[in-house]
């Protein structure tokens, strides 16, 4: 399982891209993720599933709204991560006004889920593999935190904590 201190593993996640620009064609793009995080810092939240009841009312919306604060505090992006395909992460992106201030990136395969040992087993309720709900602060391409929920809980992967653990460093 992913810790403090590895590096990202290697792989990649696709995107939405809905207005064309900087190398980007309209549609889904495949990002690796040791290019993408390269120098960066970036918070990166994971969920279970799009239009999920906790992910929409709380754990989405708390990013976006804390998205200038994270800036603020030297986060260069932030993502949120979810076993979906880039299609359906692009239309709740639209849904929760994600636009400039998260990026919603798809793992369809959970390959880079997987990768991380993050898994969420939901197949007896019809869903298949998914992630686990946790957040971590990234910097080039390395975990500097990492707040993984316990099953059912939100309480650690929040907004509020990655934005205090971003103001720590």
Request: hydrophobic share 45%.
């Amino acid at each position: 399982m992913l810790k403090v201190g590895d590096k990202l593993p290697a792989g990649s996640l696709q995107e939405f891209i809905e207005v064309e620009g900087e190398g980007c064609s309209l549609g889904p793009n495949s990002f690796d993720i040791e290019t993408a995080t390269r120098g960066k810092t970036v918070a990166i939240f994971a969920l279970p599933g799009a239009y999920t009841p906790t992910c929409s009312a709380q754990h989405v919306p708390g990013y976006v709204a804390q998205a200038d604060a994270l800036r603020a505090a030297g986060v260069d992006e932030v993502w949120c991560v979810s076993v979906n395909d880039a299609f359906v992460m692009g239309a709740w992106g639209r849904d929760q006004k994600t636009a400039g201030k998260v990026r919603m990136m798809a793992d369809g395969s959970a390959a880079f889920t997987q990768a991380t040992g993050l898994t969420l087993d939901l197949t007896a309720r019809g869903m298949g593999v998914r992630s686990q709900r946790y957040s971590m602060l990234v910097v080039d391409g390395v975990v500097k935190t990492l707040n993984i929920e316990a099953p059912g809980k939100f309480e650690v992967s929040d907004a509020a904590t990655m934005l205090s653990q971003a103001q720590a460093r």
